[in-house]
């Protein structure tokens, strides 16, 4: 898989934190080893409503 941002290569790797109220916060994702560009389904689709978003108030400007 090529990453979206800067089409290097991705990688699956595991993903730690401590912002948890039931215990330290662990998921998979991809990592770019190129810009370190990560990506999970959360991301992914956060990324998606915002380009929905976007598109929405584009075309209620009249600038279609």
């Known amino acids: 898989m090529k990453c979206p941002r800067c089409h290097g290569l ?14 330290p916060l662990r998921f998979s994702g991809l990592r770019c080893v190129c810009c370190g560009n990560v990506l999970d389904p959360l991301i992914a689709r956060n990324q998606h409503v915002a380009m929905k978003g976007i598109e929405s108030e584009y075309q209620g400007s009249g600038r279609n």
């Open 10 to 23: 991705l990688v699956l790797d595991t993903f730690y934190g401590l912002l948890n109220d039931r215990g």
